[in-house]
């Protein structure tokens, strides 16, 4: 996994910048993909300290100069950044640098952001600041206009079959978990593991008897991609189902019959389309329910459409 990440753009300019001692006091790193953004961070982490003891450290996350915050399971408060704010003007307990890792700050509030503000434009000397977030869209413009900001795009099909080969070497289907990921490896892994919460997910969008109140009980969702990443796999799946192309599905899900059932094969390809054009727009910050619900009443339209012509 260590060399997935490290293969990125974004890991490799900031551990570039670190090295030469030029990285910016606040740098946010941008990555769809939340199961792995902790991590990748982390990864950034140990480049900028550059340590085998410090990356030890921080890979346990109790490395004394690298905070890591929030804590698993916890969210952003008023008083996770009071914390912040505190323990930035504390010195280095044993170099000449202090890095604070926030995970996931897109998801703290239009308040905690704007408390933490000044700090993040203006840090104590030797403190710096490495944000993540799974899009740039949650992030008060005032912030990013402080941050010097690395995007992650969606990994290539091989990078992903290498990470899997490296960690799955003797399981079956890894071209075919690669090739559906959308770019994923979590996805991928999902996949391999013959589903998982965003398939589920993704048969009941396709299936629900209002695709509307659906969308909205599903709310918003840190896996933007990885959703319709599932979405257009299942679709494609059940396209080979009703096309009696069983041998090419490598999805075991008895929902999918039930799809492939209830779409015409011309409704799947048209909302095969579709939703890759969901996955673009969800790239440009999109919304997610607006994106989600469009995309439910395009495919029920033309799920109605054939089945009249059929």
Known sequence: MKELL????????????????????????????GSLLRALLKECAKAFFAGERESRLIDAE??????????????????TAERIIEESLLRPVEGDKKLFVLDGFGEATPLVQNKLLKVLEEPPAGVY???????????LPTVL??????????????????????????EEGLQE???????????????????????????????????E???????????????????KTALREALFLSLGREEDCFLKRPALRNIAREYP??????????????????????????????????????????????
């Open 62 to 79: 109790s490395y004394s100069d690298c905070v890591i915050l929030p804590a698993a399971g916890e969210k952003y408060t008023v008083e």
């Open 213 to 231: 109140a659906f969308v909205r009980a599903m709310g918003d969702r840190k896996e933007k991609k990885q959703f319709f990443a599932a979405v």
């Open 145 to 170: 206009s402080r941050a010097k900001r690395f995007s992650v795009e969606p990994f290539r099909e091989e990078a992903i079959l290498g990470a899997l080969t490296r960690n799955h070497a003797r």
């Open 129 to 139: 600041f490495l944000l993540g977030a799974l899009s740039e869209h949650a992030i």
């Open 177 to 211: 978990a690669a090739a559906a990921s959308g770019g994923s490896y979590s996805a991928a892994e999902a996949i391999l593991a013959g589903g998982g919460e965003e398939f589920r997910l993704a048969e009941e969008f396709l299936t629900a008897p209002s695709p």
């Open 6 to 33: 490290r293969s990125t753009t974004a890991y490799r300019l900031f551990a570039a910048d670190a090295a030469r001692g030029s990285a910016a006091h606040t740098t946010l790193v941008v990555f769809s993909d």
């Open 265 to 310: 094969a011309g409704a799947l390809i048209s909302a095969i389309r579709y939703t890759g054009e969901a996955e673009r727009d969800i790239q440009f910050n999109s919304n997610f329910g607006q994106a989600a619900l469009a995309l439910a009443i395009r495919i029920r339209e033309e799920k109605l459409r054939w089945q009249k012509l059929s």
